[in-house]
């Protein structure tokens, strides 16, 4: 596979060029807006959103599988985070405990039980669930916090507890005390399996776990409330920039994507934009017969469409699960990733598309879902164009899009040969049309 770098004004002719191109933005766009909403920022904000969630979290089950397993897990875990987290201290106990498991997974008789058992199902891009838990430890043990990481991988432990609670005592022993695994433990009360047995059946389980519904809602929480999400004037960098010549960044694009919850794009361009992991939204809605939302200064913000989590279980299982269930109700228009790429590249032929301020660490189905749409488009030729931060970035995309290559003959050499890969420092965009006004 040949990776071309590339100039701004090659960037700049590419686009033009297209009959059809498209933007993807992640969460380096908001950031320029608000830097709060880095990792680092967002881990310190995480007690305050804890405090928030307990007093103004709205979880409502719409369907009765919802109010009969979903809700009471959800509500078993709420009590007991109320009964147990007085102060941060405590609060930081919870994910140090998590910590304390996750390293109490990897050892040579646990990881045998548990490859034995095929709970660690590989993908055909090469890695599992166990690699998230590997990659989330070294991430702890390089800052030396439970609160500087890629926040989203938490939620595979849930999936760990869950099959390591049923695992024999001669393999693995629960840490006694241990405030995480006993949430998780509570949040399992209910469920419609009496005993899981494969990997789809605990990522089943997992998404039905009170924990994680707790996790979502905190997640998406302490986004909202440092990022001002909803009302993007409030942004502290909001206004630095010279609108005219920002605007000129997303006008040659026909569609504008983007993987962030926030409204940022919309306030930026006046235009429709695209939400690839659901957005922040005051109309109520219904995702698998739930209804989540937090209130704000007495209004309430729905999370209901909000995809947030590891890969496997957020970004996968549920995301499929919730597009799936949304297709059998009438006038919906929530569309999650899959549809959305598959109506923009296949129907409308989208030939050109740019990724800018896109972390692939957890994001590996972006990538899989354009290289298929885009083989199955009919468009002879196509462009895809990264721009990175930094040189890491630039190695994990490259990384994440040879291994997503793992398709049938066809399909695999359509995207060998006839999708065309650019690379682009993003701080030349920056300095192009990120311009501050005098």
């Known amino acids: 596979m040949n990776y071309e770098n590339i100039s701004i004004e090659m960037f700049q002719n590419l686009v033009s060029k297209s009959l059809n191109p498209s933007l993807v933005c992640g969460n380096g766009l908001s950031i320029n807006f608000e830097p ?10 995480m007690y305050a959103a804890h405090l928030h969630v307990i007093k103004f979290a709205d979880y409502q089950a719409i369907s009765l599988k919802m109010e009969q397993i979903f809700l009471p897990n959800y509500k078993a875990v709420i ?23 996750a390293k109490s997974i990897i050892t040579s008789q646990v990881l045998d039980w548990i490859s034995d058992n095929k709970f660690d199902e590989k993908l055909a891009m090469g890695f599992g669930p166990l690699d998230y838990v590997t990659d989330l430890i070294k991430q702890i043990d390089d800052t030396h916090s439970a609160f500087k990481i890629n926040y989203e991988f938490w939620s595979i432990l849930i999936y760990f507890a869950l099959i390591l609670l049923q695992a024999p005592s001669t393999v693995y022993i629960l840490p006694k005390e241990n405030k995480f695994i006993k949430a998780v ?14 990997f789809s059946e605990y990522i089943a389980k997992t998404c039905e776990n009170g924990m994680f519904s707790y996790l979502r809602i905190l997640l998406s929480t302490n986004i909202l409330l440092i990022g001002n999400g909803y009302y993007i004037e409030k942004m502290s960098k909001w206004g630095v920039f010279r609108e005219d010549v920002l605007k000129s960044f997303f006008e040659p694009f026909n569609h504008v994507l983007t993987t962030n919850y926030d ?50 279980i957020a970004k996968c299982f549920y995301a499929i699960t919730a597009q799936m269930a949304q297709k059998s109700l ?26 800018f301020g896109l972390d692939i660490s957890n994001d590996y ?38 291994s997503c290559v793992t398709y049938a003959d066809e ?6 040969n006839h999708i065309s890969v650019y690379t682009i420092d993003s701080h030349s965009i920056l300095q192009h049309f990120f311009v501050k006004k005098a």
């Open 185 to 198: 433990a509570i949040g399992a009360r209910k469920s419609p399996m009496s005993k899981p047995n494969t």
């Open 411 to 416: 399909v695999n050499e359509y995207v060998r």
């Open 36 to 45: 709060k909403l880095t990792l680092d920022n967002l881990g310190e904000n």
């Open 330 to 355: 009438i006038n919906t228009n929530i569309n999650f990733y899959q549809e959305v790429l598959k109506q923009i590249i296949q129907k409308k032929k989208s030939d050109t598309i740019v990724i």
């Open 263 to 312: 409204l940022l794009i919309e306030k930026i361009t006046g235009r429709t934009v695209l939400h690839l992991h659901g957005r922040f939204t005051r109309q109520p809605q219904v995702v698998l017969g739930q209804s989540i939302g937090v209130y704000v200064d007495a209004v309430r913000y729905d999370l209901s469409s909000i995809l947030i989590g590891d890969y496997f």
């Open 365 to 402: 189905h972006i990538i899989r879902n354009l290289q298929v749409s885009l083989s199955q488009s009919g468009l002879s030729r196509a462009n895809i164009i990264f721009c990175y931060f930094n040189q890491k970035d630039d190695l994990a995309f490259k990384k994440a899009y040879e």
């Open 79 to 101: 009590k007991y985070l109320k009964k147990n987290i007085h102060n941060k201290a405590d609060f930081s106990r919870l994910f140090f405990d998590a910590v304390i498991f």
